[in-house]
DNA sequence: GACGAACTGTGTCCGGTGGATACTGTGTAC
DNA sequence: GTACACAGTATCCACCGGACACAGTTCGTC
């Protein structure tokens, strides 16, 4: 949850930091860094220490330089995320051969997504909010687009589906990044949870008659909840040709 | 994102807090604040101001006391979270007396929860992630499982359609806390991306081929989402039912 | 009734965060 | 050769969550 509005020129800044490139300087001594590589190592922290860790101080760490070195080639700490979101979304995949039409392309999308995602743990959770994306970023979106080629849905429609795509994707791609489920396994909070739950089992009747999870879901839901998204978007334009006819 | 797992004990303590009463002192100087007051102050500033703004310097100034005296009262600040989280999400709603069956339960529900999450715009953005839920935040889980009554999922396919129903209200309740939307209307960064995009049309073709939305879609495609979700597990149950026969 | 234990709230300190500003040194264009 | 533009540093700020020692208040127990 980002905490204002950023002004337009940070944005205007960062924008133009990610779609063009900005002009390197003509005089002045050699910079030691660049932006890209202050990007990746930013990345790398976030990888391996999670999100939290990622500071100025810790990325100057990493490249060798003092925190305010960093502010010759970033704006802010916002920018930084932008910059290694973009960095780190990839290229978007090209599924124009896929076969089997719309459907195996989104799932397949949808796979290709939660195997970047996954590489990046962070990525899912800094990609939420108003922000200025970034030309593969937006690849992706495109690709999410044409993906929905020949489902017969409207423009409006089109966005929402892939609207509600991403958000499927995130919401099933990790605990961390998704809602809180009470019967989720492991130690930590929920563990602690599911005791306080056995101890209050009157209050929730339907909760505590449900039988405990077959195994573990570590998928979880991605695929039922996609499998039930296509297939109501099947029946809705399925609907749609019968009332044409 | 939460830094690390944090110690069981910590987990412990906030689960006692939030199902048990911890017991009043019996001796020592009157308190001068208490609990809920505290977690209510707090909801109210991070309605008012922002989730970003909350601080404990700020909730102290807003009860009137100093920062540390906060700590009389709740271990730290994830405690200070859980407390406010299950004061606002209100009771759960009683869906018993919807008519017409699961289906219509289901919408109700998430209309409710939307509602409550509109109210406290902060909400949705902090109930993620592993955590240890109050008695009134597993009453809503319980009526959205029990809303399901009657639909024909299996226990397992029934805590999935729960966990990906959240998601999708989630996902559509704001921009806020939805994934960055690269046509997503108003000013801001939005506005940036979107004069960005004009001047890349090439490189996006399907993206730049859409017609622009038809109006501002301040539902977020959940109308949408939300039917072809519910269309689906129904096509789901048809179809076993089509399967046993 | 006195006293000590338990408790509330305060003040001070710590390490951390993002960021502003003034500075030194370096390199290139004129 | 000199002036300017730039890289990186050092120092400072306000703020964050939190630890700790302390003063003041109230009750249970002798």
């Not at 001594?29 to 220490?49: H, K």
């Not at 810790?58 to 290694?84: H, N, P, Q, S, W």
Request: overall charge negative; aromatic content about 6%.
């Amino acid at each position: 949850m980002r905490a204002t509005p950023e002004t337009s020129e940070a944005e205007l800044g960062t924008a133009e930091l990610l779609w063009g490139r900005r002009e390197p300087p003509a005089r002045g001594p050699r910079p030691g860094l660049s932006v890209p590589a202050i990007a990746e190592a930013a990345a790398r922290i976030a990888d391996q220490e999670g999100y939290p860790a990622l500071s100025m101080q810790r990325v100057a760490a990493e490249v060798g330089v003092t925190k305010m070195a960093l502010y010759r080639y970033v704006a802010g700490k916002g920018e930084l995320d932008a910059v290694m979101i973009e960095l780190s979304v990839d290229e978007p995949p090209d599924l124009s051969g896929v076969p089997g039409g719309w459907r195996p392309r989104v799932e397949r999308f949808v796979r290709e997504l939660g195997e970047v995602w996954r590489r990046h743990p962070w990525l899912p959770w800094a990609t939420v909010g108003d922000r200025v994306m970034g030309p593969r970023e937006v690849g992706w979106v495109e690709c999410a687009f044409a993906a929905f080629d020949g489902a017969g849905l409207t423009a409006d429609e089109r966005r929402q589906a892939v609207f509600v795509l991403f958000g499927h994707v995130r919401n099933t791609q990790s605990p961390a990044t998704a809602g809180t489920q009470p019967w989720s396994g492991g130690a930590g909070p929920s563990a602690v949870l599911r005791e306080v739950l056995d101890r209050h089992a009157d209050r929730f009747p339907v909760l505590a008659a449900l039988p405990p999870p077959a195994g573990p879901d570590d998928d979880l839901g991605r695929a039922f909840g996609l499998r039930c998204l296509l297939d109501g978007i099947e029946t809705l334009v399925a609907g749609r040709a019968a009332a044409a006819r």
